[in-house]
C-alpha cells in the first residue's frame, strides 16, 4: 500500500523516512520530495508498504503526531490523473 506523507522535518532523506516506517512494518520504498532547483526536501514524500494491515495500522498511529514543529499527516496515497486536455 502505499503512503503519502506531509509534515516531513527539513533535513529529513529517503533513509530517514525508510528507517522511520520500518518501526511499523515492511517498507518496500520510501521517497522524500526534493525541490527541483534547490535539491532540498519539500517536506512531503511516498511510503510504500508491503503489507496493507501495517499501513493501515500505521496511518492510525502516525497521522496528527506532531515532530518538531509540523504535524505529520499520514493517508493512502491516491492515484493523480493527468487532466492536460485542451478545448
Not at 45 to 54: A, L, Q, Y
Amino acid at each position: 500500500m502505499n503512503l503519502f506523507v506531509t509534515g516531513l522535518m527539513d533535513d529529513m532523506d529517503d533513509v530517514d523516512l525508510k528507517e522511520m516506517f520500518e518501526l511499523y512494518g515492511e517498507v518496500k520504498s520510501a521517497k522524500v520530495v526534493l525541490d527541483k532547483m534547490t535539491r532540498k526536501s519539500r517536506c512531503f514524500g511516498f511510503v510504500e508498504m508491503t503489507s496493507s494491515e501495517d499501513a493501515i495500522a500505521t496511518i492510525k498511529l502516525l497521522n496528527g503526531v506532531k515532530m518538531g514543529r509540523k504535524i505529520m499527516s499520514v493517508q493512502e496515497a491516491t492515484a493523480q490523473t493527468n487532466s492536460n486536455s485542451r478545448r
